[in-house]
């Protein structure tokens, strides 16, 4: 296990289409997080999950947007309708307890 | 509202040129403070943690100091490799949770 996996790394979609992005996290962190950056920012927090159970969801969550992690293992975050202001990249992260953070390489999405 | 600022946004250094970025935090509590560096197009990769007040972290050419409402990342003789955006993070006592990051600074070490 070399780390926390994202795919796709990039993905270019249609205003008003649906995304999937997964990761896979470091296989003995039980906790997950999800987080997004745009260009010239730090990344903002967007939700996080302590084993299968989504403890904390941001107000930057819409209703559009949608995370689950079965069996506590990968998780999947999922944009119904994108829009134009949703073009950032997605970063997942991972720990064991709150010992620090791992990140992945992100999924950058484009909203065209 | 927790927030984390730092400063500057971007430096611009000559290969050898020491300097230091700073990152102010406030929060009702510090459970930890985390610096990261991230290169374009990458996630963030960890570089340290500090705790509480007067602690110290080094790594080859970066030191970390933590006061009770600031932080400083400490690079002594850079390298053009060491040119990257670092990003400063933090965590409230109250909390296990969530980490706060600050927008970062862009550092470019020209050769």
């Known amino acids: 296990d070399t780390g926390v996996s994202q795919n796709p790394r990039h993905k270019i979609t249609k205003r008003g289409q649906n995304v999937t992005f997964r990761c896979d996290p470091i296989s003995e962190h039980n906790r997950l997080y999800w987080y997004r950056q745009t260009l010239g920012q730090g990344p903002e927090f967007l939700t996080y999950f302590q084993n299968e159970a989504q403890l904390e969801k941001s107000r930057l969550l819409s209703d559009r947007f949608s995370a689950e992690r079965p069996k506590g293992s990968f998780s999947t975050l999922e944009i119904q309708r994108t829009e134009q202001g949703d073009s950032a990249m997605y970063l997942c992260a991972s720990s064991f307890r709150d010992y620090g953070y791992t990140f992945g390489s992100g999924t950058r999405l484009t909203v065209v | 509202e927790d927030q984390v600022t730092q400063s500057p946004e971007a430096l611009r250094l000559q290969e050898g040129e020491s300097s230091s970025l700073n990152c102010s935090y406030t929060v009702s509590g510090l459970r930890g403070l985390f610096w990261y560096r991230q290169d374009p197009g990458k996630g963030p990769e960890f570089l340290f943690t500090?705790?509480?007040a007067g602690e110290e972290k080094e790594k080859e050419r970066l030191k970390a100091t933590l006061t009770k409402k600031e932080s400083f990342l400490h690079i002594t003789a850079p390298k053009p490799e060491d040119s990257a955006t670092y990003l400063c993070a933090v965590q409230e006592s109250s909390r296990d949770d969530k980490i706060i990051f600050g927008k970062g600074t862009r550092l470019h070490i020209l050769p």
């Open positions: 500090l705790y509480s």
